[in-house]
C-alpha cells in the first residue's frame, strides 16, 4: 500500500475511507461476491453472476435482458455478453415473446434450473458464514436498514420477503 503524499488535499489526505458507509457496504459486497464466485465456480463452474442470474431467470425476477440489467446495475451490452455465454452452455434460451416480437424473454433449460436449484444453499451458506456471531435480531435490524437505504436511492423493486 502506497503512503499518502502531503500534497493531497486535505478533502482527500482527511478523509477516513474506513468509516465511510458506502466504502463499507460496497466491501461487503465485494467480499460476499467473491465468497459466492468461490462456491459457484467450484462447485458449477460459472461465476457468482452467471449463478445468480439463472437464479434471477429461474425464479421469474427477471425475465428480460433489460430487468438483469437494471437490477444488476450494469449496461445492456454487458448483459447480452453475460447471456450470450450461459446460452452458448446450454443454460438459457432467448424466446421471442408472442405478445410483443420486439421482447426477447429468457427461460432456463433443464440444466440451467439444475443450477439455480443450487443457488440457496450457497447464498444461504455465504450469508451465514458472513453473518455469524449476528443474533436474529440483529439480523432483522441490518436486514431493515438496507431496505431502508434502497428506499431512500429510489430502488423501487425492494420487497419485504425475508430470508
Known amino acids: ?14 478523509y477516513q475511507l474506513d468509516e465511510s458507509v458506502g466504502y463499507l457496504l460496497s466491501r461487503c459486497k465485494s467480499s460476499l461476491s467473491n465468497l459466492v464466485t468461490q462456491r459457484t465456480m467450484s462447485e458449477l463452474g ?30 445492456a451490452s454487458a448483459v447480452t455478453r453475460l447471456i450470450d455465454r450461459l446460452e452458448k452452455r446450454s443454460l438459457l434460451s432467448r424466446v421471442r415473446s408472442s405478445e410483443d416480437r420486439r421482447a426477447v424473454h429468457l427461460e432456463l433449460t433443464p440444466e440451467g434450473y439444475k443450477l439455480a436449484a443450487c443457488m440457496p444453499a450457497i447464498f444461504g451458506g455465504v450469508v451465514d458464514k458472513a453473518l455469524g456471531g449476528f443474533t436474529p435480531e440483529e439480523v432483522g435490524f441490518l436486514k431493515n436498514m438496507l431496505r431502508r437505504i434502497l428506499t431512500n436511492t429510489g430502488d423501487s423493486s425492494t420487497d419485504s420477503r425475508e430470508r
Open 1 to 14: 500500500m502506497t503512503k499518502p503524499s502531503s500534497a493531497l488535499p486535505p478533502e482527500v489526505s482527511d
Open 46 to 75: 460459472i461465476t457468482s453472476t452467471q449463478a445468480s442470474m439463472l437464479f434471477m431467470i429461474g425464479s421469474g425476477r427477471c425475465q428480460l435482458a433489460a430487468e438483469l440489467a437494471r437490477d444488476y446495475g450494469i449496461d
